[in-house]
């Protein structure tokens, strides 16, 4: 009887020390599966961004964001680059899905940029479809404001809008988001236009900074092969 007892407390005490040893392992898995999707993830973002790169008729440096604004003032981020890579104040930021920002500030190693989304950003933007103007506000929110576009102008929810080209920022032809509401009052000369980024603001990781500021022609999948004045 004694002896049974022993045998099955040894039998226990192995049992639990080898449960341990493998819930050691499967979080050592689970760790290794972790590192690897993100590795994955990352892999998946720099082939978009490099592609999105290829179309870019500029030189241009990839950059990681590593902080957002400290001082909460201010919708803009901070890049791992700066004037020592060749980077200078105005400089248009971009990133796969379309136009981020502009820098701001910049010292040898770093640099902040202004999102599109601050309400202190501006881009002269254009109507991809009707060809409308107007300028893209940012009002520190998820959401833009397209100002100055003409009541008479036919832009329809969905309507992609892309940087004009003026203004001596952005290069022309780059995706900056889709109309997400049309109005209008009476008695008002413009239509209110709200505009959704084509950039994910939340989620934002690499960028690439366009070293020129001439503004150039930008090739979009639906005006490949066609060129436009500046």
């Known amino acids: 009887m004694i002896e049974r ?10 049992v639990r020390q080898e449960n341990r040893r ?8 689970k760790v290794e599966n972790s590192r690897y999707r993100e590795l994955l993830a990352t892999h998946e973002r720099l082939r978009a961004l490099l592609k999105f790169k290829q179309r870019i008729h500029e030189p241009v440096v990839a950059a990681q964001v590593i902080a957002l604004d400290p001082t909460g003032w201010f919708r803009s981020v901070i890049i791992d680059k700066g004037k020592r890579a060749g980077l200078q104040w105005d400089m248009p930021v971009v990133n796969a899905s379309g136009v981020v920002g502009r820098i ?13 989304i601050d309400q202190n950003s501006a881009v002269d933007c254009l109507d991809q479809r009707t060809r409308d103007r107007g ?11 397209m100002e100055y576009m003409a009541r008479s102008a036919e832009v329809t929810e969905g309507d992609l809008v892309v940087t ?10 780059l995706p900056v988001g889709r109309i997400s509401a049309v109005s209008k009052q009476s008695g008002e000369l413009f239509k209110h236009v709200e505009v ?11 960028v690439l900074v366009i070293l020129k500021k001439e503004a150039q022609i930008w090739s979009t999948p639906t005006e490949k092969g066609r060129s436009h004045g500046g």
């Open 196 to 206: 959704a980024p084509c950039v994910d603001f939340s989620k934002l990781e690499e």
């Open 164 to 173: 004009s080209g003026l203004g001596g920022v952005f290069p022309k032809g």
């Open 22 to 29: 493998l819930r050691q392992e499967l979080n050592a898995y």
């Open 104 to 116: 701001v500030s910049v010292s040898a190693h770093y640099a902040k940029v202004l999102l599109i």
């Open 5 to 14: 007892f022993w045998l099955d407390y040894f039998y226990l005490v192995d």
């Open 135 to 145: 300028v893209l506000k940012g009002r520190s929110t998820e959401v833009c404001e």
